[in-house]
């Protein structure tokens, strides 16, 4: 069965850091750009951020740029989300997903994404 699962959501204050995982089961990443997308109450799904299959391309969401980091491990088979100067509105629930590349480039648009993992739970908030 392919699975992706997150994990390292949690309650964290403004300006701390958190790093989310996405584990994948049933299939290698290796051929699949990572894309991160959030959803938070009363609002419209985000892309966030988004690594290509050999991790030489990524891509961030304006809201995020400088403050979160992308990379991957095909080795472990799981891709990391570094998320620093945690704000409130970046509280969401947080997904992974996979898209399957031909090319090394990957996009933040939710509908290219073939395979979603369950979410995790961020809340910054003091």
């Known amino acids: 069965q392919l699975q992706l699962v997150e994990s390292g959501g949690g309650l964290v204050q403004p300006g701390g850091s958190l790093r989310l995982s996405c584990a994948a089961s049933?299939?290698?990443?290796?051929?699949?750009?990572i894309g991160w997308f959030r959803q938070a109450p009363g609002r419209e799904r985000e892309g966030v951020s988004c690594?290509?299959?050999?991790?030489?391309?990524?891509n961030f969401a304006d809201s995020v740029k400088g403050r979160f980091t992308i990379s991957r491990d095909n080795a472990k088979n799981t891709v990391y989300l570094q998320m620093n100067s945690l704000k409130p509105e970046d509280t969401a629930i947080y997904y992974c997903?996979?898209?399957?590349?031909?090319?090394?480039?990957?996009?933040?648009?939710?509908?290219?994404?073939?395979?979603w993992g369950q979410g995790t739970q961020v809340t910054v908030s003091s």
């Open positions: 997903a996979a898209d399957l590349r031909v090319n090394d480039f990957c996009f933040l648009q939710a509908q290219l994404y073939e395979y």
């Open positions: 049933g299939f290698t990443l290796d051929s699949y750009a």
């Open positions: 690594i290509s299959k050999s991790g030489g391309r990524s």
